[in-house]
């Protein structure tokens, strides 16, 4: 059984820089895509960055572009989301997931692995 837990959300002023980190285990996770998705109050998930575990191709919202870097370390078995220049707009609960996947990785019911969660709030 896979399992995902996220660490690393806080209380961050606008500008600043925070990293989120996805501990994975269960499994070989070589044909798999990591992904970090996102949930403010009131709106939908959203996708945010993904990762292919093997060949480390990136994916990321416009939103985000520039801004979140997404990687991964095979050794240890963790995906990270380093973001920078918080804005207030990215205050939201911060989902890690995983699934075997090739294509549409911006699909959160593509997913079927999810980690728990980390609230990231962004004051102004």
């Known amino acids: 059984q896979v399992q995902l837990v996220e660490s690393g959300g806080g209380l961050v002023q606008a500008g600043d820089s925070l990293r989120l980190s996805c501990a994975a285990s269960?499994?070989?996770?070589?044909?798999?895509?990591m992904a970090w998705f996102r949930q403010a109050p009131g709106k939908e998930r959203e996708f945010v960055a993904a990762?292919?575990?093997?060949?480390?191709?990136?994916y990321y919202a416009d939103s985000v572009k520039g801004r979140f870097s997404i990687s991964r370390d095979k050794a240890k078995n963790t995906v990270y989301l380093e973001m920078n220049s918080l804005k207030p707009e990215d205050t939201a609960v911060y989902y890690c997931?995983?699934?075997?996947?090739?294509?549409?990785?911006?699909?959160?019911?593509?997913?079927?692995?999810w980690g728990q969660g980390t609230q990231v709030t962004v004051s102004s």
């Open positions: 990762v292919t575990w093997s060949s480390e191709i990136r």
């Open positions: 269960g499994r070989a996770f070589g044909n798999y895509a």
């Open positions: 997931a995983a699934d075997r996947l090739y294509i549409d990785y911006v699909n959160p019911s593509r997913y079927n692995y």
